[in-house]
């Protein structure tokens, strides 16, 4: 299968239609404006910014504001629901949830998750009062939102509505006793093969729950904001831990489901001193890694082995794909 990278960056989207190692070039839109994440489906695309979202119906060509715009302009993450064409969301700094029936051209606010910002007190080291919704993920009609720093949120009616998880307490809780998470919760992820089977990269280690978030058991105590979990085996895993922000970064692998992990950086130089791992993509039969520095690079997930890809771009900060 082809396909068309697209990324969000400090300076715009880029889009790269090459392959594998020879995806070394790239087209650029939005130039000058500060992209934090991007989502596509059916050849729309959403591009997200701290001024709102933007769209585009032409795979990337041109570029347009929504009809009806979130409320909330800052954007920490975009996501379209796999299952369901047009259902896209949209997590916010400060914290909000916002959901669009028509491929991001009308949104409407999740006002529950507002109320349980305020309620909770989320926030931020570098955003006092705010919080932020910073990674959604998708298994039927269950949905799960990492709030940084906050909890985890669930809804059983395709994001229409939200609440807390039953392991995640809600306010700040930096030392959770089992069955709670850690409540610096950086991106969540649900495996394919059951709805209950959720992994979270925190601020205070890596919890994964087999209970849909009703417990939550910590197996790997360190700094992590990213998990790419293998869709047809749950105990395979690979990570990116750190020693603390942006400190000492490294990927790492499990097969067992987290109870060991060994070494998975084959082709880098870890661990890096200054930088870690912020966000896995798998596209195809490759697996990308976004870094905190701005680097964009991959590997094969038939044997690791990682290279920088687009070593000229800079200030990547998510990606997304298209089938071509």
């Given at each position: 299968?082809?396909?068309?990278?697209?990324?969000?960056t400090?300076?715009g989207v880029?889009?790269s239609?090459?392959?594998g190692?020879s995806?070394?070039?790239?087209?650029?839109?939005l130039?000058?404006?500060?992209?934090t994440?991007?989502?596509?489906?059916?050849g729309?695309?959403?591009?997200g910014?701290?001024?709102?979202?933007l769209r585009?119906?032409?795979?990337?060509?041109?570029?347009?504001?929504p009809e009806?715009k979130p409320?909330i302009?800052?954007?920490?993450w975009?996501?379209?629901?796999?299952?369901?064409?047009?259902?896209a969301?949209?997590?916010t700094?400060?914290?909000?949830?916002?959901?669009?029936?028509d491929?991001?051209k009308t949104?409407?606010?999740?006002?529950?998750?507002?109320?349980?910002?305020?309620?909770?007190r989320?926030s931020?080291?570098?955003?006092?009062?705010?919080?932020?919704?910073?990674?959604?993920?998708f298994?039927?009609?269950?949905?799960y939102?990492a709030?940084?720093?906050?909890?985890?949120?669930?809804?059983?009616d395709f994001?229409?509505?939200?609440?807390?998880?039953e392991?995640s307490?809600?306010?700040?809780?930096?030392?959770?006793?089992?069955?709670?998470?850690?409540?610096?919760?950086?991106s969540?992820?649900?495996?394919?093969?059951?709805?209950?089977?959720?992994?979270?990269p925190?601020?205070?280690g890596f919890f994964?729950?087999?209970d849909?978030g009703?417990?939550?058991?910590?197996?790997?105590?360190?700094?992590?904001r990213a998990v790419?979990?293998?869709?047809?085996?749950?105990?395979?895993?690979i990570?990116?831990?750190?020693?603390?922000?942006d400190?000492?970064?490294?990927?790492?692998?499990t097969?067992d489901?987290?109870?060991?992990?060994?070494?998975?950086?084959?082709?880098?130089?870890?661990?890096?001193?200054n930088?870690?791992?912020?966000?896995?993509t798998q596209?195809d039969d490759?697996?990308?890694?976004?870094?905190?520095?701005g680097?964009?690079?991959?590997?094969?997930?038939?044997?690791i082995?990682?290279?920088?890809?687009l070593?000229?771009?800079?200030?990547?900060?998510?990606l997304?794909?298209l089938?071509t």
């Open positions: 299968m082809n396909s068309t990278l697209y990324l969000a400090s300076s880029l889009m239609a090459a392959l190692e995806r070394q070039s790239a087209q650029h839109a130039a000058g404006n500060v992209i994440c991007i989502a596509a489906q059916d729309i695309l959403l591009a910014s701290r001024d709102g979202v585009s119906t032409d795979s990337g060509i041109s570029w347009g504001a009806i409320d302009p800052h954007m920490r975009l996501s379209f629901h796999p299952d369901r064409a047009g259902l969301f949209a997590g700094e400060p914290a909000g949830i916002f959901i669009s029936h491929y991001g949104w409407r606010s999740c006002p529950e998750v507002i109320q349980l910002r305020q309620r909770h989320w931020l080291p570098y955003s006092p009062g705010a919080g932020c919704v910073r990674g959604l993920a298994h039927g009609n269950r949905c939102a709030v940084e720093d906050g909890c985890v949120l669930v809804s059983e994001g229409e509505t939200w609440r807390l998880a392991g307490r809600g306010d700040a809780d930096h030392f959770p006793l089992p069955p709670f998470i850690h409540s610096d919760v950086h969540i992820e649900v495996h394919p093969a059951s709805m209950d089977r959720v992994a979270a925190t601020g205070g994964v729950s087999l849909g009703l417990s939550w058991a910590n197996h790997y105590r360190c700094y992590c790419w979990l293998n869709p047809v085996n749950p105990d395979h895993m990570m990116g831990p750190a020693g603390s922000v400190r000492d970064g490294r990927i790492e692998v097969w489901g987290g109870q060991t992990w060994q070494d998975s950086s084959a082709g880098l130089a870890t661990p890096w001193r930088y870690m791992v912020e966000r896995f596209v490759q697996l990308f890694a976004v870094l905190s520095n680097e964009l690079i991959a590997s094969p997930l038939s044997q082995s990682w290279k920088s890809v070593p000229g771009s800079t200030g990547v900060n998510a997304a794909w089938a």
